[in-house]
């Protein structure tokens, strides 16, 4: 239990159509009204983010991207700037360990990503983890702390209050096998936090938020929303179905 609000996006990956899409929002925005103490986002595909502003309209479900690239504009095909993100969007979650290993995303790139978002007035969400080899290997506090220091390179305190970081070890993403509530507490509390600490200061390394992402579920969301260091969480399955997207949210209502 902390000072800072709480947070729930959802993640859609490649998932829904454009009629899906609406069906699934309108379903989720009648439900979502009065949870007073969360920040809710879903994160739709770029072909559906027009359509979910106008089915979000002024409810308090906001909109974000899955990606962006760093340029302002040009020659890059099949890519989509901050710009025209800014038209629709919020947030937007860079960094995702389906993009840093499918797509070879580095944390050079992902830092680029974050200054740009930025400077459009966009809130990146930004994804670390460690791989199921790394975590076996005793590497996780020396990889979250490294993906954490070099994708908030040269960022400012002011700029750093914009940003929210999502824990979510790859292992535990889509694989239904979550990380312990005390588990993932541990890697916010004692990893990452001192790092926001240290490049921003205590007060603004104390406000930035970080969820946790990998397996979230109704069951297992109030036990880890439970917890003193996660304020939140970035959800990935649960997300695509509103009964399991709205428990969630709940669950981190209630935690508050
Ligand atoms: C994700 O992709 O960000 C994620 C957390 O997925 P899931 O909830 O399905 O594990």
Redesign the pocket.
Known sequence: MNNRRAMVAG?W?MNKTLTETSELLKAMVTLLSGFSKVDIVVCPPFTNLSLARLETGESEVKVGAQNMHWQEKGAFTGEVSAAMLAEFCDYV?LG???RRVLFAETDETVNKKVHTALEHGLKPIV?VGESLEQNQAGQTAAVVEKQCRESLKDLNAEQAKQVVI?Y?PVW?????L?ATPEGANEVHRDVIRPVLRELFGAETGDGVRILY?????PDNAADLFGMSDIDG???????LKAESFVAIVRAANDAR
């Open positions: 993640n990956k979650i995702h360990s389906e994804c999502a979510e535990a993403i889509g694989t239904g979550a992402g990998g397996s979230v579920t969480g970035l959800i990935g399955g649960a997300s």
